[in-house]
């Protein structure tokens, strides 16, 4: 290689770069600095001018053999610096120094709004966390950089939070938490909101992606990190500030017929009180599946059911139309309608899964979610215009129903032969404590009235009814 033709190397290099767009030209700087470019474009520069500076100085020329060789090396030095450039580039391995630079690059992207080359970057060094400052931790965890990211189908935030090591090398584990859980739940497409639709409908012809299976069992259906990171607080959030905002007072207090359904792509897919309310549901089942007993926060179902029920009106131009759903004729109706049924089923979960006599199961999660059912039952029946009498005299009946059938035939009711009767009974005293207690501080006209109203219409032609009224309406105190 002559002086001229390192020029042109050097001049077909630099085109290259302009040609790229600010985001991989920054990206490129971090992986090869220019003291690099300097050096290897001088070391090349020497070996041409070699031969005349031996010739010039020395008063004699380099043999044939050594001139070839020089030609080589003048020519490989460059092309093997490009591809280890370009290696180095590839692989975008942190270092300390370079590391520093990470949030500029970050701030490139989202000026230039191009973000393909900072989801590059990160997925490269997602093992890589250790070298990550906190300042660097918080601009990769920025709601923008979050959310372009998720956009364009790239979920390495989640996958970050979804390692134990990387949790343990940050100060604060709920922020990105956050972030992170609140963008799955309003993105469009998200691999929480695919886990929803693969247990619970809405999307008909939608199929999860096994990568995003995978991604949340490592996260929100793992029962350690979900506890772990307070994975219910976003989630609940979402839900609350969505009911609290107002932009579903009038469409939710319409017809539910397109949100309950399972045909076509049903609005429920896209509501963030809907899809926060399963993604808790999940996660809590998951933990009911691994064993793993805890509070799980069961609360924010109360929480949630009381702001819902305060929105909801019982119009009667719905309620009272015959074309409408005559369980849940409104969207809000539809969700309370669901959190009940929801408590119903986490807590036949959890006896089901009590196979020992004397098991007692997992105590703390059943007594929260036995005392929940009830407070939701008690706060739907304690006031009056919010849903019609008639949902809110079937809320009380499946409770009692439920009680009644645990107490007379557990096995047929949650269709199984081996169960703890320890859990059994502690869950029937919780249930019938609550409502007892409910019933009898609160001095509610409603709440007593809508009791008697429920208790008196069960069918006594039903064997667990017939047997076991006298005993309930003891334990009641009606």
Request: net charge negative; aromatic share 12%; hydrophobic share 45%.
């Amino acid at each position: 290689m002559d002086t001229g033709s390192l020029f042109a190397f050097g001049g077909i290099l630099v085109a290259v770069f302009a040609i790229a767009n600010p985001v991989q030209r920054f990206s490129f700087r971090m992986f090869v600095s220019a003291e690099e470019l300097f050096q290897c474009f001088l070391l090349t520069f020497v070996l041409i001018q070699l031969p005349e500076f031996a010739e010039l100085v020395m008063k004699k020329s380099i043999p044939a053999a050594g001139q070839w060789g020089i030609d080589i090396a003048s020519f490989l030095v460059p092309v093997v610096a490009v591809f280890c450039w370009l290696e180095r580039w590839w692989k975008a391995e942190l270092s300390t120094e370079n590391e520093k630079l990470l949030p500029e690059l970050i701030q490139v992207g989202l000026r230039e709004g191009m973000m393909d080359e900072i989801g590059r970057v990160l997925s490269r060094n997602k093992s890589n966390f250790k070298l990550m400052t906190a300042d660097t931790v918080r601009s990769i965890f920025d709601p923008k950089v979050v959310q372009r990211l998720t956009r364009s189908n790239s979920y390495i935030h989640l996958e970050l939070l979804s390692q134990d090591e990387f949790l343990t090398t940050i100060q604060d584990v709920f922020g990105p938490t956050d972030i992170v859980i609140r963008d799955c739940i309003n993105s469009q497409e998200s691999p929480l909101r695919s886990v929803i639709i693969r247990s619970y409908g809405g999307y008909e012809n939608h199929k999860i992606q096994e990568w995003e299976s995978g991604l949340m069992q490592k996260t929100v259906l793992c029962p350690q990190w979900y506890l772990k990171v307070r994975c219910d607080y976003p989630l609940l959030f979402s839900a609350t500030e969505a009911i609290g905002s107002g932009e579903f007072d009038d469409r939710y207090n319409l017809s539910s017929d397109r949100y309950a359904s399972d045909q076509g792509i049903s609005p429920r897919i896209n509501c963030p009180v809907y899809l926060s309310v399963k993604a808790q549901v999940l996660a809590i089942e998951s933990g009911i599946s691994e064993g793993v007993d805890g509070d799980y926060f069961v609360d924010n179902f109360m929480h949630m059911f009381r702001d819902i029920r305060c929105k909801s009106r019982g119009l009667d131009s719905v309620w009272d139309n015959p074309r409408y759903n005559l369980e849940f004729p409104s969207v809000f109706s539809f969700l309370l309608y669901e959190i009940l049924k929801d408590m119903q089923f986490l807590l036949a979960s959890i006896l089901r899964r009590a196979c020992d006599e004397q098991e007692l199961g997992m105590p703390l999660l059943t007594g929260k979610i036995a005392s929940i059912w009830v407070a939701c039952v008690v706060d739907l029946a304690r006031t009056k215009g919010h849903v019609s009498d008639g949902f809110v005299l079937t809320a009380v009946n499946a409770y009692m129903v439920f009680v009644l059938q645990l107490k007379h035939a557990p096995r047929e009711l949650l269709f199984k032969r081996n169960l703890s009767g320890n859990a059994i009974n502690s869950a029937l005293n919780r249930l019938t404590s609550e409502m007892r207690n409910a019933c009898k501080y609160s001095q509610n006209e409603n709440l007593g009235t809508a009791i008697q109203i429920a208790f008196d219409q069960l069918d006594t032609g039903k064997e667990y009814v017939f047997k076991q009224k006298d005993w309930f309406a003891e334990q009641l105190e009606l």
